[in-house]
């Protein structure tokens, strides 16, 4: 354990020169830059608002807001998730010189998405600004949902940087994955309108949790049930235990395959 925090201190520069190199990356020549992350998520919110906000109106209070925390959630877990994905391919000629910790590559990749959603979190601020939604101490609560779903990313990213070496067409299957697990996320409706057999399997689903808890902080101006907080931390110690154990037994075999 002492020589891996020591390691980790070591190379702690090349993580935050990657995260640096993958923000610059993604927003090189474009004329806002940045702005987009505010951006997008608001255009996205106003039209699944326009949408589904007919369908939904007499079931879900303040729909705007409700939208866009599970949109947050969700849009940060598919966007780390998929660069965690391919941050070994990604770096195949890094990896091929010099020694590196692997792990630093995924957890690089986390980490640049961990800020695009902080930089969301205006988006949000704004959309509760213009719905006058009340403001309440349970907002600093919020820091629990980001926490989770940036540990449940890292592990789900850590299996899919250590399969995608083998499996290349898992790029494309992972697509079909993530859009079905968008749908059987409460983001745009509301578990209390489907069948109770569907919504036992919805609530299985951790970024249910991980919405749940942002949309308690943020919306429903109180503190989350417990259960919620254990099922979120279960599933993060699983998952990102299950991660390591897969990614460090498989990482001296990735420069083959590369």
């Not at 109106?57 to 877990?77: D, S």
């Not at 789900?156 to 994955?177: E, I, K, N, P």
């Not at 309108?193 to 970024?207: A, C, H, T, V, Y």
């Amino acid at each position: 354990m002492n020589s891996t925090i020591e390691n980790f201190k070591k190379y702690k520069p090349l993580l935050f020169e990657l995260v640096s190199r993958d923000l610059k990356t993604k927003y090189r020549r474009s004329v806002l830059g940045v702005l987009w992350t505010v951006l997008n998520p608001l255009g996205m919110m106003l039209v699944m608002t326009v949408v589904f906000s007919t369908v939904f109106r007499q079931n879900i209070e303040n729909f705007p807001v409700y939208l866009m925390c599970g949109q947050l959630v969700f849009n940060f877990f598919n966007e780390a998730s998929n660069m965690a994905m391919t941050s070994i391919l990604g770096n195949a000629s890094l990896i091929k010189k010099v020694y590196v910790p692997k792990y630093l590559f995924p957890l690089s990749r986390v980490c640049s998405s961990l800020v695009n959603m902080l930089t969301s979190f205006i988006a949000l601020i704004i959309v509760i600004i213009v719905t006058r939604t009340p403001v309440t101490w349970t907002i600093i609560t919020a820091v629990f949902p980001v926490l989770y779903v940036s540990m449940f990313a890292f592990g789900v990213g850590l299996v899919l940087a250590t399969a995608v070496v083998t499996f290349r067409d898992l790029q494309h299957l992972y697509g079909v994955v993530i859009t079905a697990w968008l749908y059987l996320t409460p983001i745009f409706y509301p578990i209390s309108m489907l069948p109770e057999s569907i919504g036992r399997l919805i609530k299985l689903n951790p970024i249910t949790s991980f919405v749940e808890l942002l949309r308690y902080a943020v919306l429903y101006d109180s503190l989350a049930p417990l259960k919620y907080h254990a099922y979120s931390i279960a599933w993060c110690v699983l998952v990102v235990g299950f991660g390591l154990y897969i990614f460090n037994k498989k990482q001296d075999n990735f420069i083959l395959k590369l």
